[in-house]
């Protein structure tokens, strides 16, 4: 139906086997993706964005992990396929661009047989026509002389190159969904806007996005809605501009406040979130960011859901809904945000005391 999400997570849960007991890593997460959507994922490192998209594609194959919970695309629970369906969807009708292009691709291989290949393994063309594709996709997606770098090796591209070959080659079935997981870290600026103008072009030939990264400034270009992530757990969920623009929970004012601004008086020192973010084997058991929050309290003992206001009743997942999580007062939160600002950036700069 085209007013059904096309991807539907509920209630996921990651969890590994270790020598110390079972270590969760993404706990009851809920998100969904809407056709020709682009969702932003954003958190700092260890937040839980890539395993949590690991798990939805099942790649996650080793007998210490455990999956729980229900992945819906089209209808179907992809937790629940046979493997064979599975590898059918998979490549086909959702493509993911790994965090790094260069373990992503075989070394041993051209490039252009690796995108070939991932065309025949889905579609019934001879390898002509399958290498034909390939180079056009590399041409697409901005490498000069496609049709001779398609018989190079990895080893022989630059950084972005490679980062175009592997999207590239998440193109070449036109999936419904596309999952990039940063795929824009450690490329030039240029660089970047030309991985960033690629998604927009897949997204207005009809594709929904899946964009993890910790750069909020990404984000704020070519995001529809903005999931922020925390210790396995969504913290805040919104369209961009209430959640850029708006932001209620504590530990999304902590991202925004942290990007240098262009405009406006420069900040002595700018704010920062106290503390380290949270380790999967000590997540505690109210709210996962309360251990750094300037603002805690007592409730924060007690685990918030993910709601519209801080009543704690889930009213679902539309569209222009802003939730998050937290017990914080709804009507003070802009003037909790300048507080806990203040409190931020009130630390002695070291650096100019120490100035003779």
Known sequence: ????????VRDLRVSFRTRRGSVTVVDGLSFSVSPGEILGVVGESGSGKSVSMLAVLRLLTSPNVT????????GRDLLALPDK?????R????????????TALTPVYTVGWQIAEQIRAHEKVSRKEA???????????????????????????????RQRAVIAMALSCGPALLIA??????????????????MRELNAQGSAVVLITHDMGVISQIADRVMVMYGGRAAEEGPRRAVFHGPRHPY??????????????RLRRLPTIAGMPVAPGSLPEGCA????????????????????????????????????ACWLPDDDRASLRLTSRSAATDVPDLEREATP
């Open 131 to 161: 290498h034909a594709r390939a180079v056009g996709l590399l041409s697409d997606v901005g490498i000069p002389d496609a049709a001779s770098r398609a018989n190079a090796y990895p080893h022989e591209f630059s950084g972005g190159m």
């Open 91 to 102: 490549g086909r009708e959702i493509a993911m661009v790994f965090q790094d292009p260069m």
């Open 67 to 74: 999956v729980e919970g229900e992945v819906r695309f089209r």
């Open 1 to 8: 139906m085209p007013d059904q999400p096309l991807l539907d």
């Open 252 to 265: 999304t004012w902590g991202l925004l406040d942290s990007v240098p601004r262009v405009g406006g008086p």
């Open 181 to 198: 997981d940063e795929p824009t870290t450690a490329l030039d600026v240029t660089v970047q806007a030309q991985i960033l103008d690629l």
């Open 289 to 324: 960011f309360a251990p750094r929050c300037r603002l805690r309290h007592e409730r924060c003992e007690e685990r918030p859901v993910l709601s519209i206001g801080s009543a704690g009743a889930d009213v679902g997942s539309g569209a222009d809904a802003h939730r998050d």
């Open 85 to 89: 369906e599975m590898r059918a969807v």
